[in-house]
């Protein structure tokens, strides 16, 4: 099977996480469906769109254009600030549900991601049908929309995503490109900016068609590397593949946001040992143990709390990580209902470096002093062979037969 790539883009992501996010905090108005921008100060007027409304771009609003050129548009445009530690929280949601479906996703900004279909083909009826799946559960998860661009090269994916839009699924293979791509103008084109859409247009190329049929040559004397770099776009030639970054010291985590907020233990418990088994997954795959574990939760209020401890015996199975995590619930949870629950594993090592193996450590010691967390039973926690090889059975089946094909009671 030749490689299938997804691109999963939000759609007009800060201002729609700025909708979600007033509508959660009890607002009346949804910013997506009004004429509305997330630009500079709303008294003065001053700065640029950053983001706009589908009803703000019919007033012929841009983004980058002064807010003050965009009220004389619309003088009833609604302006809200940007607020960069929402963008990154909901950036952060978002590639987690994507790493939930598999380890293959390369994020590409904050607001994009690729995704390698081919390891997770075998689950799903068609690319579609696993594309539309994951643009209804990140709207249900989330509250936002994206579109999905579905192609055998990254490029045209990414191109397919910025098709019609909002919450849309396009394909945009190699044999469709003379269909679908060619009649574009050559500034929709990736990477072709105003500058170079400037220069192709004085050499009489106005088509992305035009430019894939143009002489090499006098692209390059003109455009440098990027003259053929562009040739090999509009041909639908690109040879990339999904570069995962390998995880970074401070650690691996998921999280997830529950479609009916939860209330009893029994059902977080269970949250919470799947998203073990993620972490679990994870640093399996990048070849690390960890000695600390954090777990998140997130009340119906949208506050957030966590909590975390430390032990020098480091961890690596699903049912250690989910022990560790459970005691830190207990401690955790004041009994509200819950909106997320989240997992990180830090202070990672490699299977050979040395460790103490020690049943109650003095981090864990120290943080039941200082009120953190007290250590589970040894039995809980302590990764034994048996454990391992275990969790690695049940790997090895899911990877064949799918996530879903074995579960462990619990």
Not at 122 to 129: L, N
Not at 173 to 201: H, N, R
């Amino acid at each position: 099977m030749s490689s299938i790539f997804f691109h999963i883009d939000v759609n007009s992501a800060f201002l729609s996480w700025t909708a979600v996010e007033e509508l959660n905090n009890g607002g009346t108005i949804d910013l997506r469906t009004v004429p509305s921008i997330i630009g500079g100060d709303q008294d003065t007027r001053h700065g640029i769109v950053t983001a706009r409304s589908i009803p703000a771009k019919k007033y012929g609003i841009k983004t980058a254009e002064p807010v003050a050129s965009a009220f004389s548009k619309c003088p009833n445009l609604i302006m809200r600030a940007p607020n960069f530690s929402l963008y990154s929280r909901m950036s952060h949601d978002f590639v987690n549900y994507l790493h939930t479906l598999t380890d293959d996703v390369e994020q590409a900004s904050v607001d994009e991601c690729y995704l390698d279909f081919g390891p997770i083909a075998h689950m799903y009826a068609s690319p579609v049908a696993c594309a539309d799946m994951i643009r209804h559960e990140i709207f249900t998860r989330f509250g936002f929309t994206v579109n999905v661009g579905i192609s055998d090269k990254k490029v045209l994916a990414k191109m397919a995503s910025d098709f019609l839009k909002p919450d849309k699924t396009h394909t945009l293979f190699s044999y469709e490109i003379k269909e679908k791509m060619w009649p574009l103008p050559v500034g929709d084109l990736f990477l072709c900016g105003k500058s170079a859409q400037a220069t192709l247009q004085k050499l009489g190329i106005n088509t992305i068609g035009e430019l894939a049929n143009s002489d090499l040559s006098i692209l390059t004397s003109n455009l440098k590397s990027l003259g053929q770099t562009l040739w090999e776009f509009a041909n639908g030639i690109d040879d990339s593949k999904i570069v995962t970054v390998p995880p970074e010291a401070k650690g691996i985590g998921n999280s997830t946001t529950v479609a009916k907020d939860i209330t009893d233990r029994e059902e977080a418990s269970k949250v919470l040992y799947s998203l073990s088994e993620s972490v679990s997954r994870r640093l399996h795959r990048a070849g690390f143990l960890a000695k600390q574990v954090t777990v998140e939760i997130k009340y119906y209020d949208f506050k957030s709390f966590s909590h975390q401890t430390c032990f020098e015996t480091p961890i690596e199975t699903a049912d250690a990580i989910h022990a560790v995590s459970m005691s830190l619930f207990d401690h955790l949870w004041n009994e509200r209902p819950i909106r997320l629950l989240g997992i990180r594993a830090s202070r990672l090592v490699t299977p050979d470096e040395p460790y103490q193996l020690s049943l109650f450590s003095e981090d864990f010691l120290g943080a039941k002093k200082s009120g953190v967390a007290e250590a589970p039973p040894e039995s809980s926690y302590v990764d034994s062979d048996k454990k391992k090889k275990l969790d690695e059975a049940m790997r090895s089946i899911r990877e064949k037969f799918g996530s879903e094909s074995i579960h462990k009671g619990l």
